[in-house]
């Protein structure tokens, strides 16, 4: 049988005003954007949570 592993991640950050709005690495229009000290991806954020997971290494913290 071949093993497998799962992952599971997740990321938030508020939104605020006068920030831009990127998801998984793309720039959306809008009034606001997520507020953090790095980009605020969440997409990128969690996915690479969920890599991390499966891999046993961690999390981003």
Not at 23 to 30: A, W, Y
Request: proline share 5%.
């Amino acid at each position: 049988m071949t093993a497998s592993r799962t992952g599971l991640g997740f990321d938030l950050h508020p939104l605020v005003d006068g920030r831009p709005l990127v998801l998984g690495g793309i720039t959306v229009p809008s009034s606001r954007g997520l507020g953090g000290h790095s980009d605020a991806d969440v997409l990128t954020h969690a996915v690479c949570e969920a890599l991390l997971g499966a891999l046993a290494l961690g999390d981003l913290g």
